[in-house]
């Protein structure tokens, strides 16, 4: 555990390093992502995950930029930067046993907030995730389990980034940032964010996404 937070502290360091960087490159609605995960993921989940990571952010006026944590180097953005990480295995494999869901809702992911600054990492946690979704994936084929999976940690993603993004600890009354997920929230074909939550992230982005919010959430 010590040796985690001293490695969170050093990507700390990178993250503030990078994000005062000015690029003429990269444009201000990009937003570079950092990504590690326990060994073990299921690649096709983590392909899906980020497919749909990429349009659910994309209504809202970010592009985003996938890099690895490890060997990360200091790089110029004028985005913001976060930290992901994965922990546990996120996917239920053919056949595999897990348990009923827990009666109270369970926490899926967090974010660390610090003298009320929502600092820029967040982690999943796959095991609470896996027993949210385990009873409706377990009758799916596998191929359509790990889409479904990786667009349920998509999901949870993009909430811990409207935090991140905004800086607020609040909730909206609907869409992804919304205070709790059902497990159909989780799977079902549309689910994104609300009308006022993308005007907010959209100015925040500088993009005119704001503007657009009808038009790129399909209303």
């Known amino acids: 555990m010590f040796a985690r937070r001293l490695a969170t502290l050093g990507l700390l360091s990178l993250v503030v390093g990078m994000s005062w960087g000015d690029s003429r490159e990269?444009?201000?609605?990009?937003?570079?992502v950092y990504f590690s995960a326990d060994s073990g993921q299921s690649p096709r989940v983590l392909e899906y995950m980020k497919r749909e990571l990429g349009q659910?952010?994309?209504?809202?006026?970010?592009?985003?930029?996938?890099?690895?944590?490890?060997?990360?180097?200091?790089e110029q953005t004028a985005?913001?930067?976060?930290?992901?990480?994965l922990e546990g295995i996120c996917s239920l494999g053919a056949g595999e046993h897990v348990g009923p869901a827990a009666e109270q809702p369970a926490s899926l992911a967090?974010?660390?907030v610090v003298d009320g600054h929502v600092l820029p990492f967040s982690t999943v946690n796959c095991g609470n995730l896996t027993r949210t979704l385990a009873p409706m994936l377990a009758g799916e084929p596998v191929a359509r389990?790990?889409?479904?999976?990786?667009?349920a940690v998509a999901r949870v993603l993009a909430h811990?980034?409207?935090?991140?993004?905004?800086?607020?600890?609040?909730?909206?009354?609907?869409?992804?940032?919304?205070?709790?997920f059902s497990a159909m929230d989780l799977v079902t074909e549309r689910f994104?964010?609300?009308?006022?939550?993308l005007a907010r992230l959209g100015k925040?982005?500088?993009?005119?996404?704001e503007a657009g919010a009808d038009e790129a959430a399909g209303r």
């Not at 811990?160 to 709790?180: D, R």
């Open 160 to 180: 811990e980034f409207y935090h991140i993004l905004l800086g607020v600890t609040e909730h909206a009354a609907e869409g992804v940032a919304k205070s709790c």
């Open 110 to 112: 967090w974010t660390p």
């Open 26 to 32: 990269t444009s201000a609605s990009e937003m570079v």
């Open 192 to 197: 994104e964010f609300e009308q006022t939550t």
């Open 145 to 151: 389990r790990d889409f479904l999976y990786g667009r």
């Open 204 to 209: 925040h982005a500088g993009t005119g996404a």
């Open 56 to 74: 659910i952010m994309e209504t809202a006026g970010y592009r985003v930029a996938w890099r690895e944590t490890q060997g990360a180097r200091p």
């Open 79 to 85: 985005g913001p930067l976060i930290v992901a990480r």
